[in-house]
């Protein structure tokens, strides 16, 4: 924004209004920043405050119409912790629950994934493709709309009402965003590096171990995460497969909670709040490895 | 992956055998190995997936279905509430990911501070997340109501008695979920984009709207193409969102597929109506799966 003149006085005058001009874009641009950045803030928080607002009030005190609690209270998370009222009798089962399942999907997409990345993307396997398709298809099926036959031949294997069957369905629907992440991920280590150990003697199994794993570290924590987040978000297979109260998982408790009458809220909302602690605390652990995973391998929300 | 390439750029094996060449070229205890390697997965994925596609298929099978399932009012209404959710729900999301991932792209501590507060609906598990929206929601109790009076004195409706408020509020807590995790997908495309490109298109006076037109969005466009078909498909498969927000009320007027096919299967006791409900999606899955399988195996794009 120069202007060439001969005129100093001129010239002086233009850069003063353009200097003006950048000042007032400047200012407006900042202005414009602020603005979105509080509709933002108040975008997010709005349901989550909701969520606080509601446990922090006194048993009865629900039915009301303040914007924050006139007399904070932290009985309802009390009553929560010690399964203080007839629907959390069995609170701390079901969070156990919850911690089993999404420990075991972890682990076991991890461990699929992991072996069958390495049999397609390092040993070369003939066929690898069909396998990796397979993943592809299975990817990029909606989950919830293959629940109705898994229900029915979850009943015929005898495993309903049994926490391995929904464990068996998370596997199967996370293992392929682990395959692609890890074959993606594989792709950056020389195969160099296997060849020679595989010179030196060493069998594929420990090539597995003592190489390729430890070389994808980083790669096994984005997707680890990805897979207990997973299993903590699900809902449908749970409500659908798990029906005794020892036996079911907070999400379907809560569930239970929603569809009765006498709705105590602020339990309801204490119990979600202490259910979205491990998940949230997680993912802001682990944010930086969980975003470099999203661009290295596929997406699954 | 492409075996042919593997065996030019591998040095010729000193016994050529045809059993090896089966192979892949890898020598007989290692071939164990690799197919033990993959035994497991393949196994989950016979038992867990291929099977229970079957299964469906077979369950949705008898022609005698559909027309039961086309007569049913729910049902017809369930069509045009999951076209409006598709269509509203995956645009408006996407375009609000495109445009707050230039936003989130400014420099500053700021920035970075909001991002973090910004993601916390993607990390908050949905059942705590729409359970906390439907009671907001509630036309007597529920906070939005009593912020509009406090703050505007305006008697706010009851947003969930109503099929379309129901189904605004479906869409719009669906939108607050995901849009932070396309928002995140997208600004890793836009960090992607190699600095020289950005600066000599500055240098080029392509600044502002005209370098968003002209440089970012031709080299996002692949990626937002894949992230829009994917995103079609997850919210297709979406169920929790219609169950805790609207639970598919009032009077069943806000079903998706999703939740009609449970609600046949289980609340109605006709499992195999509730099949043929999901198989009634089958003409829109089945091209949306073609293209992405083909865009997910054959572009350079990583999401």
């Known amino acids: 924004m120069s202007t060439i003149t001969a005129d100093p006085r001129l010239a002086s005058l233009a850069s003063t209004q353009a200097r003006r001009a950048v000042h007032r874009r400047q200012y407006l641009s900042q202005a414009g920043v602020l603005v979105v950045s509080v509709l933002l803030v108040i975008w997010t928080i709005v349901p989550i405050y909701n969520m606080v607002l509601i446990s922090l009030e006194p048993e009865g005190d629900v039915f009301n119409s303040h914007l924050w609690p006139k007399v904070p209270s932290l009985e309802s998370f009390w009553s929560v912790l010690t399964e203080g009222h007839w629907y959390l009798e069995h609170f701390w089962r079901q969070f156990a629950n919850s911690f089993y399942m999404g420990g075991m999907v972890t682990i076991l997409t991890l461990l699929f994934g992991s072996l069958t990345s390495f049999s397609i993307g390092r040993m070369r396997i003939r066929h690898g493709w069909l396998v990796s398709n397979c993943a592809l298809l299975t990817y990029v099926i909606p989950a919830s709309f293959l629940a109705i036959p898994f229900y029915r031949i979850m009943q015929n294997y005898g495993l309903a009402n049994n926490l391995w069957s929904v464990i068996a369905a998370l596997v199967a629907f996370a293992t392929p965003y682990a395959i692609f992440v890890f074959q993606e991920y594989g792709r950056s280590i020389p195969i160099e590096v296997d060849e020679s150990a595989r010179i030196d003697g060493a069998s594929p199994f420990q090539i597995y171990r003592r190489i390729y794993l430890p070389l994808m570290a980083p790669a096994l924590v984005a997707v680890g995460t990805y897979a207990l987040l997973l299993a903590w978000n699900e809902f449908l297979y749970q409500f659908l497969l798990l029906s005794t109260k020892s036996s079911m998982t907070v999400p379907v408790a809560l569930a239970q909670f929603l569809n009765s009458d006498q709705s105590p809220w602020n339990y309801m909302m204490a119990t979600a709040i202490v259910y979205s602690v491990p998940p949230v605390a997680i993912y802001y652990a682990f944010r930086r490895r969980m975003t470099a995973g999203l661009t290295m391998g596929g997406v699954k929300g | ?303």
């Open chain 2, 1 to 303: 992956m492409d075996s042919a390439s593997v065996a030019i750029s591998r040095p010729a094996p000193w016994r050529d055998s045809l059993s090896r060449s089966l192979r892949g070229g890898l020598k007989g205890g290692e071939y164990t190995w690799a197919v033990a390697f993959v035994v497991p997965y393949l196994a989950v994925f016979v038992t867990f997936v291929a099977y229970p596609v079957v299964y469906g298929l077979w369950m949705g099978s008898d022609p005698s279905l559909y027309p039961q399932l086309f007569a049913d009012p729910v049902y017809q209404d369930t069509v045009v509430n999951t076209v409006l959710y598709l269509a509203l729900g995956v645009n408006v999301k996407m375009f609000l990911a495109l445009l707050l991932s230039g936003f989130f792209m400014r420099p500053g501590w700021w920035m970075k501070t909001l991002l973090l507060l910004f993601v916390l609906p993607w990390a908050v598990p949905q059942i705590s997340a729409f359970i906390s929206i439907h009671w907001m929601l509630n036309g007597e109790w529920g906070f939005l109501n009593n912020a509009l009076y406090s703050l505007f004195h305006i008697e706010g409706p009851f947003w969930l008695n109503e099929r379309w408020s129901a189904l605004g509020a479906v869409i719009v807590s669906h939108i607050w979920k995901w849009t932070p995790f396309w928002t995140l997908i997208l600004l890793a495309g836009r960090m992607a984009i190699p600095l020289e490109i950005r600066d000599t298109a500055r240098v080029d006076g392509a600044t502002g709207v005209r370098g968003f037109v002209h440089i970012t969005f031709p080299l996002l466009a692949n990626l937002y193409l894949i992230s829009t078909l994917l995103s079609t498909i997850f919210l297709l498969g979406d169920f929790n969102a219609v169950y805790f927000v609207s639970g598919g009320g009032p009077a069943d007027s806000t079903h998706v597929l999703a939740t009609i096919g449970i609600r046949d299967a289980f609340d109605l006791a006709q499992p195999r109506l509730g099949v043929a409900a999901v198989m009634s999606a089958l003409p829109l899955v089945i091209p949306l799966v073609i293209v992405l399988m083909r865009k997910l195996r054959t572009t350079e794009v990583q999401i």
